[in-house]
């Protein structure tokens, strides 16, 4: 069986959780020895055997990303010739398997990191792009032969959004964790590079700048945190202008009320992640939209207690009072998930860090009992099998 992969992320060019789960399927399946898996993925060429990077298309330069981003998966649907099943992550990959599908008559599988409906706050960075990027989406969804959630709660997300998806075209299979990469690995040098005081407690943040992660919100929490606690961000890629003004104003006005408050704006290589996900009090998700949270996977699986939002896949993920805090949410019902009482949002956040800052043993229980449930139920072998099946079916159907 030949499988052509379709994304947007792929190393060395990742960013966000769509890609680590990409390169680790990929792992995954081709460990097997028994599938050709074909990765076609964006930003140029990659010396990987089994693996072709496609730049933008020069005529397209300056013009509107998603219109850029449709120009490349042409490229990529025209040389899926040959295989037997096309999959593809995310809306930006979904225009290249669509097309691949059409063209080759073969089966499409999409594997669903997010939904375009549930971010309307993408408007802000895409302008007309985003109309395109929902018409791409729905188009593939509806065509699709499988659809793959990454929790139960976004299965029922992808069923509320497009109702005319047959629900036995949608199967659960869970983001995954390699427990080896992400496991403790305690590094003083890389807090004493970032100023971070190894004797005070942290709250750590990794993530995106992004309307979806809730930044701002775990900002204005910290200011509510015990004297003495450091905030520590690693956040960077900001969405938009607009957003990225709002955050830094925020952590401006932060400072000048409290000290400990660390903003790391570049990317991290893995290992810095690890060391500061594992000398971290509390690992914090504030996320207003999160279709399971495999960054909470990896935080556990360093040893890291989480406090994280009770919304989409991430109560599947942390398990309240025992490997971590969750944080209820009422949601606007419009798409944003924007919290109907943002006070009262910002102060159950608050109280839930400040009860895992207060009770250090208590939180590191807690990291290990996370550790313990990434690595006994996300394993990628397992996530692997599982997908293969969801293949079978689709080719057998």
């Not at 060429?45 to 298309?57: F, N, S």
Request: glycine share 10%; aromatic share 6%; proline share 6%.
């Amino acid at each position: 069986m030949r499988v052509d992969i379709v994304s947007k992320e792929y190393p060395p060019q990742v960013y966000g959780g769509a890609g680590v789960h990409v390169t680790e399927l990929v792992r995954a399946l081709r460990s097997r020895g028994d599938i050709d898996v074909q990765v076609r993925c964006f930003g140029g060429p990659r010396d990987e055997e089994g693996t072709t990077g496609y730049a933008d298309l020069p005529e397209l330069s300056g013009a509107n990303a998603a219109l850029v981003t449709m120009g490349t998966d042409l490229r990529i649907a025209a040389d899926v010739a040959g295989a037997d099943l096309v999959h593809s992550h995310t809306w930006y990959a979904n225009f290249g398997g669509h097309v691949a599908s059409l063209l080759n008559g073969i089966p499409h599988v999409i594997s669903a990191h997010s939904l375009e409906p549930l971010r309307p706050w993408k408007a802000e960075q895409l302008g007309g792009g985003y109309a395109l990027s929902s018409l791409v989406e729905r188009s593939a969804y509806e065509a699709a032969a499988g659809v793959i959630a990454v929790s139960a709660g976004m299965r029922e997300d992808i069923l509320r959004c497009y109702p005319a998806l047959d629900p036995a075209r949608v199967h659960v299979v869970h983001n995954g964790i390699d427990s080896e990469d992400w496991k403790p690995g305690p590094d003083p040098a890389v807090l004493e590079k970032y100023g971070i005081d190894p004797d005070r407690p942290f709250v750590c943040f990794v993530g995106r700048i992004t309307r979806q992660k809730g930044l701002p919100y775990l900002i204005k929490a910290a200011a509510r945190l015990p004297e003495g606690v450091q905030l520590v961000l690693a956040a960077g890629a900001p969405d938009t202008p607009e957003i990225k003004a709002e955050v830094t104003a925020l952590i401006d006005d932060l400072k000048t009320r409290r000290d400990g408050v660390v903003w790391i704006a570049e990317h991290l290589p893995r290992n810095e992640i690890v060391a500061l996900e594992s000398a971290c009090t509390v690992f914090a998700c504030p996320s207003i939209y999160e279709p399971l949270g495999i960054v909470n996977l990896e935080a556990m699986a360093c040893e890291a207690a989480v406090v994280a939002t009770a919304t989409g896949g991430i109560p599947e993920v942390v398990v309240d009072g025992e490997t971590g805090w969750l944080v209820p949410i009422e949601q606007v019902q419009d798409g944003s998930g924007t919290p109907l009482d943002e006070e009262t949002f910002v102060a159950d956040l608050a109280a839930a860090l400040t009860d895992a800052v207060s009770d250090v043993e208590r939180a590191r229980e807690m990291g290990r009992a996370g550790r313990r449930r990434a690595v006994e139920h996300f394993s990628w072998a397992a996530i692997g099998d599982k997908t293969l099946e969801v293949y079978r079916a689709v080719l057998d159907a």
